[in-house]
């Protein structure tokens, strides 16, 4: 969104406020139960503000959404020529995100899936289509590098790659529990870990080439 002219000084700083409070509401509220008038005061501004700075709600939560993810879609959009273990880079990149709005993934899950709001629904399609493009992209790319394994289609690595990376924070809470798994900085750290050995060397081993009735 375009500066407008004369706008007053702290402008940063409401406009900051407003992006938080629209966290704090989005991220746990359907979008139609969250009003104008409650992001405005636990922005502490002026409900006016809202239009001042985003025109409307449904431009302050699309707002909020491009800039919570904005750290996925620059790695993205790196020159892949010039970026260093990028899917370690990309995943890292999300899970940091994550250790700031963990409901994140659940927003866009029931936004898309829910679709309680034709808006909301609206706006994070547009923004998940963008991303997969920049993905398919990203894998064309690593394709073309020959980084990746010639045997499997490109369009599944992109599923599984999204897989690995996205599940584990829409899963239910019930079963990571019963998995063990909180979601802590820790677990994602390991997480990460965990997903690039699994892309890097699969979970399975080829079996013995040795047949069972063979004598030694």
Not at 26 to 54: K, Q, T
């Amino acid at each position: 969104m375009a500066d407008k002219p004369g706008r007053p000084k702290g402008e940063t700083q409401t406009r900051a406020a407003l992006i938080d409070a629209a966290k704090g509401c989005f991220l746990h509220n359907s979008y139609d139960r969250v009003s104008i008038r409650e992001l405005a005061r636990r922005a502490g501004v002026d409900a006016a503000m809202i239009r001042y700075y985003f025109d409307s709600k449904a431009g302050l939560f699309e707002t909020m959404v491009r800039e919570t993810i904005a750290p996925v879609a620059s790695v993205f959009r790196h020159d892949l020529n010039n970026q260093k273990d990028t899917p370690e880079a990309l995943m890292r990149a999300y899970y940091r995100i994550m250790e700031r709005a963990p409901a994140l993934p659940r927003l866009i899950f029931q936004s898309l899936n829910q679709q309680d709001s034709d808006q909301a629904f609206t706006i994070v399609s547009n923004v998940i289509h963008e991303m997969i493009g920049y993905a398919g992209d990203w894998i064309k790319e690593l394709s073309n590098q020959q980084k990746i394994n010639p045997q499997l289609d490109p369009k599944w690595v992109r599923l599984s790659f999204l897989s690995l990376m996205v599940f584990p924070l829409i899963a239910p809470k019930v079963l990571l529990k019963e998995l063990d798994l909180p979601l802590s900085e820790s677990m994602l750290d390991q997480l990460l870990a965990h997903n690039m050995l699994v892309m890097n060397q699969g979970l399975f081993q080829e079996p013995s080439t040795l047949s069972s009735g063979s004598g030694v």
